[in-house]
């Protein structure tokens, strides 16, 4: 009887849907007992209808309440099958029981002559069977609700997964970027004086607190992407000064469509990284958006001797977009230039993006 109990055993609250089932069988009851309905007065139609309606009442009520109990106790769909066949000998046992005991009692009341044996075996047929059908439809929305919920949790359970995968990937993001800084950090400390090295320190400072407030993001608007971007470049530039040269062509209308956070930091950052940069081979990276993809092209000046790398930036792009979105970037490496494309997310792909932070 409690709502939350039949919601949970039955897939919704059947309330009304017993009450109207009951009615109807008992009408169904009383016009195959009583073939004959001018045969008996009002008062003894009232009567049969009456017993038909206590007959079904109670039917109902042990059904219902054996369903309850096989669902407990097979609830698994490899059990369906078992369940399904025990219900079927319950609702038989129930009837034909229901009818033996309540049909004994009525030949206790004078005047009460029930139908004979072959005429009951005929109705009792006829009730089992409706008992049945309206049984299975319990058991259709059993089934509705389960599959439902059966989806529901796969679905979630990949979702776990996935999510899992990109949390390793951006964990993994970060120390690739802490990497290739101290690097960077290094050669300023080789090269400039102490001043331009603490400024350094104090410029990325910034970028991490953008890496702080980003959070656990999966995807990120351009424009804050750029923001971090343009902070990256900012730091870089107090290495290169003009021999870093960056040509931007954001329109206004993409500043709110979506990428991977990091995925633009990264490829610039391997632009600068594995290109020679000096006065007399200054290195141009343009940052476009062409075709619904967020372009960056640089020329390919490679430099004598490489940077130690761990490899993992454009890896870890592909990864995340893989998981993410289910689209590739591209990657084109030409003679004289390196292109990486990345699509362009819509914001509906937006997972758990920061609000917008100004640098």
């Not at 400390?189 to 090295?197: G, L, P, R, V, W």
């Not at 320190?201 to 980003?214: A, G, N, Q």
């Not at 870093?244 to 600068?272: C, D, F, G, R």
Request: aromatic share 10%.
């Amino acid at each position: 009887m409690n709502k939350e109990v039949r919601i949970k055993y039955l897939g919704f609250n059947d309330f009304w849907f017993s009450v109207v089932g009951i009615l109807i069988i008992s009408f169904v009851t009383f016009f195959l007992f009583n073939p004959s309905l001018n045969a008996i007065s009002f008062i003894e139609a009232i009567f049969s209808w009456g017993v038909g309606l206590l007959f079904t009442m109670v039917d109902w009520t042990i059904n219902r309440y054996s369903m309850i109990l096989l669902r407990k106790k097979y609830p698994a769909f490899r059990d369906d099958a078992k369940r399904i066949t025990l219900f079927f000998i319950a609702i038989v046992c129930t009837v034909v029981s229901v009818d033996f005991i309540g049909t004994s009692l009525l030949t206790l009341i004078p005047g009460v002559n029930p139908l004979d044996y072959q005429s009951r075996i005929k109705v009792l047929l006829s009730i089992v069977l409706i008992t049945v059908m309206t049984m299975a439809i319990y058991e259709a929305i059993y089934f509705y609700i389960r599959l439902k919920k059966s989806v529901r949790e796969e679905e979630q359970s990949k979702q776990a997964v996935v999510q899992a995968q990109l949390d390793a990937l951006r964990n993994q993001a970060q120390p690739h970027f802490f990497f290739n800084t101290l690097n960077t950090l290094r050669d300023i400390i080789d090269q400039n004086s102490k001043e331009d090295a603490k400024e350094f320190v104090d410029k990325l400072s910034e970028i991490y607190r953008f890496l702080l407030e980003s959070g656990n993001a999966d995807v990120i608007t351009i424009k804050d992407e750029l923001k971090f971007a343009k902070a990256y470049i900012h730091v870089q530039a107090e290495r290169f000064g003009d021999n870093l040269k960056l040509y931007w062509n954001i329109p206004e209308t993409a500043l709110h469509t979506m990428i991977v956070p990091m995925s633009l930091q990264l490829l610039l950052e391997n632009a600068i990284k594995h290109n020679v940069i000096s006065n007399a081979k200054p290195l141009s990276i343009h940052v476009v958006i062409e075709d619904e993809k967020l372009v960056v092209r640089n020329k390919i000046q490679p430099k004598s001797t490489q940077l130690p790398s761990t490899g993992l930036g454009l890896k870890n792009i592909e990864q995340r977009y893989s998981l993410i979105a289910g689209k590739p970037i591209e990657i084109v490496n030409e003679e004289r230039q390196f292109t990486v494309s990345l699509p362009l997310l819509k914001p509906s792909v937006k997972k758990n993006s920061h609000a917008d932070t100004d640098y």
